[in-house]
């Protein structure tokens, strides 16, 4: 087991420099859209949740994976309709002017 | 820890998430980046549900139904300035569920290797963000008193109900007794609670914002406990640019991490009296000022986003313009409830993106301007903040004092979010305009066209 201890350490860390680099000069007009995406992309405990509920064993099991998926849904789905009518906004607006915000 | 057959779906979905963030942080592909995302996470959903040998089939199908339903068309539906507060209460479900997968695998006979610290750590992490964001839901939507909540011996009390959280778990890890982890669950519920309690609403955003990132880490140790890289990496992600986002929101309002989270903002009495008196103004003189201005600096805030005054707010400028005056929008980075709010709000009126203004771009200029129109903002134009002792002291705000007239356009006499009284509505320069945003500005643009 421990290969894939070190392989899951390894995979933490490049995903959080990912994470870091790839928001890094994000212009503070995008930043509660941005919050908004990421809320959504953590909505893939969904996945996790879903087969939580479909090994469930016992009845306990059973009601809170239910419990996660509707909970896991809910991030979802609320975080795609929030972030999409927030970034649909943007585009009702004029021709933007050449790459505004970058600093 | 790490399963070795993952479906090349996930793979795929976490490299699109990664592309999607690249194209969130871009206004020009912001739209196409949300999109990108979605579809990684159908598939990713998707290859979940067809996983082999799965059972509860139906019941899964009606827990997304159950949960996802009301979530979708809530959040059609809300007013774009309930924006934040649903982002919160999302956010919460998420850090919910993820405490949730804890409890199943925590609750199981048989522990996977390592799946018990891991899961425990996601248990802790998920709980504190669910019942967190829920108080922070709970401030903003107004069901709730947004100021911050303070009594005696706060601090040692909130690190016992930590500490007593953690030693559930460690009794759980050592002993293997199952009977601890509703204690352990329940007090991380409480400490989240107990964490936000004293958080007023002024940082609201930043606790948003940090609880967002909490979910991401949440997330990415279940999903690690499960073996499942997709949960794994993407929460890693989230939990990252999570973190770097809350620290340049927190960094914007000259506050540290730390004096948000145990600093009680707004908790300190105001001591020292306003000196002066509250000046109203007749909207045909405020009209006249506008008409007879050569440079006018708009300052929104959370009052417009309110009332919803954003379209009257650009007809405003188009008249004021049309009279030969340059118009500029002054934007303090947590105007309104979250940074961004007032950009997104004016975005949605046809506002040109040239006509926003940073505080750092548009400070200097204050002293040129001839009307400076503050439209429900508060705490982020009261120089109460440049003075040493008070709550908002360091906060960086806009210099809005040294224009040549403010008017300020308020709904009543009401404090801010902070609580702090504002000492520029009782400047010699400043003029009072009260009423609800869009129908006074909607008016102002009829009384300038008569001008």
Same mark, same amino acid.
């Given at each position: 087991?421990?290969?894939?201890?070190?392989?899951?350490?390894?995979?933490?860390?490049?995903?959080?420099?990912?994470?870091?680099?790839?928001?890094?000069?994000?212009?503070?007009?995008?930043?509660?859209?941005?919050?908004?995406?990421?809320?959504?992309?953590?909505?893939?405990?969904?996945?996790?949740?879903?087969?939580?509920?479909?090994?469930?064993?016992?009845?306990?099991?059973?009601?809170?994976?239910?419990?996660?998926?509707?909970?896991?849904?809910?991030?979802?789905?609320?975080?795609?309709?929030?972030?999409?009518?927030?970034?649909?906004?943007?585009?009702?607006?004029?021709?933007?002017?050449?790459?505004?915000?970058?600093? | 820890?790490?399963?070795?057959?993952?479906?090349?779906?996930?793979?795929?979905?976490?490299?699109?998430?990664?592309?999607?963030?690249?194209?969130?942080?871009?206004?020009?592909?912001?739209?196409?980046?949300?999109?990108?995302?979605?579809?990684?996470?159908?598939?990713?959903?998707?290859?979940?549900?067809?996983?082999?040998?799965?059972?509860?089939?139906?019941?899964?199908?009606?827990?997304?139904?159950?949960?996802?339903?009301?979530?979708?068309?809530?959040?059609?539906?809300?007013?774009?300035?309930?924006?934040?507060?649903?982002?919160?209460?999302?956010?919460?479900?998420?850090?919910?569920?993820?405490?949730?997968?804890?409890?199943?695998?925590?609750?199981?006979?048989?522990?996977?290797?390592?799946?018990?610290?891991?899961?425990?750590?996601?248990?802790?992490?998920?709980?504190?963000?669910?019942?967190?964001?829920?108080?922070?839901?709970?401030?903003?939507?107004?069901?709730?008193?947004?100021?911050?909540? %303070?009594?005696?011996?706060?601090?040692?009390?909130?690190?016992?109900?930590?500490?007593?959280?953690?030693?559930?778990?460690?009794?759980?890890?050592?002993?293997?007794?199952?009977?601890?982890?509703?204690?352990?669950?329940?007090?991380?519920?409480?400490?989240?609670?107990?964490?936000?309690?004293?958080?007023?609403?002024?940082?609201?955003?930043?606790?948003?914002?940090?609880?967002?990132?909490?979910?991401?880490?949440?997330?990415?140790?279940?999903?690690?406990?499960?073996?499942?890289?997709?949960?794994?990496?993407?929460?890693?992600?989230?939990?990252?640019?999570?973190?770097?986002?809350?620290?340049?929101?927190?960094?914007?309002?000259?506050?540290?991490?730390?004096?948000?989270?145990?600093?009680?903002?707004?908790?300190?009495?105001?001591?020292?009296?306003?000196?002066?008196?509250?000046?109203?103004?007749?909207?045909?003189?405020?009209?006249?000022?506008?008409?007879?201005?050569?440079?006018?600096? %708009?300052?929104?805030?959370?009052?417009?986003?309110?009332?919803?005054?954003?379209?009257?707010?650009?007809?405003?400028?188009?008249?004021?313009?049309?009279?030969?005056?340059?118009?500029?929008?002054?934007?303090?980075?947590?105007?309104?409830?979250?940074?961004?709010?007032?950009?997104?709000?004016?975005?949605?009126?046809?506002?040109?993106?040239?006509?926003?203004?940073?505080?750092?771009?548009?400070?200097?200029?204050?002293?040129?301007?001839?009307?400076?129109?503050?439209?429900?903002?508060?705490?982020?134009?009261?120089?109460?903040?440049?003075?040493?002792?008070?709550?908002?002291?360091?906060?960086?705000?806009?210099?809005?004092?040294?224009?040549?007239?403010?008017? %300020?356009?308020?709904?009543?006499?009401?404090?801010?979010?902070?609580?702090?009284?504002?000492?520029?509505?009782?400047?010699?320069?400043?003029?009072?305009?009260?009423?609800?945003?869009?129908?006074?500005?909607?008016?102002?643009?009829?009384?300038?066209?008569?001008?």
């Amino acid at each position: 087991m421990t290969p894939d201890l070190w392989a899951s350490l390894y995979i933490a860390i490049l995903a959080a420099f990912t994470g870091f680099e790839v928001i890094a000069r994000v212009p503070a007009l995008l930043h509660t859209p941005l919050m908004s995406g990421s809320n959504f992309i953590h909505g893939i405990v969904l996945v996790g949740a879903i087969l939580a509920l479909g090994r469930a064993q016992t009845p306990l099991e059973t009601s809170i994976g239910f419990l996660a998926v509707a909970l896991a849904s809910a991030n979802v789905l609320g975080g795609y309709a929030v972030t999409a009518r927030m970034l649909d906004m943007f585009e009702s607006g004029k021709k933007k002017p050449g790459a505004p915000g970058v600093r | 820890m790490l399963a070795r057959f993952d479906p090349p779906v996930y793979l795929a979905a976490v490299l699109f998430f990664i592309l999607a963030l690249k194209r969130m942080s871009h206004p020009a592909t912001a739209k196409g980046g949300i999109r990108w995302a979605g579809a990684a996470m159908i598939a990713a959903t998707l290859a979940a549900f067809l996983t082999p040998g799965l059972g509860h089939l139906g019941l899964i199908l009606a827990a997304v139904a159950a949960g996802g339903a009301p979530a979708w068309l809530l959040a059609g539906k809300v007013p774009m300035t309930d924006m934040p507060q649903m982002i919160a209460i999302y956010n919460g479900m998420g850090g919910g569920a993820a405490a949730a997968i804890a409890a199943i695998e925590l609750l199981r006979a048989r522990w996977a290797p390592l799946s018990a610290p891991l899961s425990v750590l996601g248990g802790l992490i998920g709980t504190i963000s669910f019942s967190g964001s829920v108080i922070a839901f709970l401030k903003l939507q107004g069901w709730m008193r947004s100021r911050a909540v %303070i009594y005696p011996l706060q601090k040692p009390g909130n690190i016992l109900v930590l500490a007593a959280s953690l030693l559930c778990a460690g009794v759980l890890l050592h002993s293997g007794d199952r009977s601890c982890v509703v204690p352990f669950l329940a007090l991380g519920l409480l400490f989240g609670l107990l964490m936000t309690l004293p958080i007023g609403g002024g940082d609201m955003p930043v606790v948003i914002s940090f609880y967002n990132a909490l979910t991401g880490l949440a997330v990415a140790a279940e999903g690690f406990a499960v073996g499942n890289a997709a949960m794994g990496v993407s929460g890693i992600l989230v939990g990252a640019a999570g973190t770097l986002l809350t620290l340049l929101m927190a960094k914007a309002m000259n506050r540290s991490l730390g004096d948000v989270l145990f600093g009680a903002f707004g908790a300190a009495e105001q001591t020292s009296e306003v000196q002066g008196s509250l000046k109203p103004i007749e909207l045909s003189d405020a009209a006249v000022a506008l008409a007879y201005a050569s440079r006018v600096v %708009i300052v929104p805030g959370f009052g417009m986003a309110v009332a919803q005054a954003q379209h009257k707010v650009k007809e405003l400028m188009d008249a004021v313009e049309a009279r030969g005056a340059t118009v500029k929008f002054a934007i303090h980075p947590v105007a309104g409830r979250m940074p961004g709010h007032m950009n997104v709000l004016l975005a949605e009126a046809n506002v040109p993106y040239d006509r926003l203004f940073d505080r750092d771009e548009i400070n200097s200029e204050f002293a040129t301007t001839d009307v400076a129109l503050v439209i429900g903002a508060n705490d982020v134009v009261n120089p109460a903040a440049h003075r040493p002792g008070s709550p908002l002291a360091g906060m960086p705000i806009l210099d809005v004092e040294n224009a040549k007239t403010v008017i %300020i356009l308020k709904r009543g006499q009401g404090k801010g979010f902070s609580g702090v009284e504002n000492e520029l509505f009782y400047r010699d320069n400043t003029r009072m305009l009260y009423g609800d945003a869009r129908d006074t500005v909607g008016k102002l643009v009829l009384e300038l066209k008569k001008v």
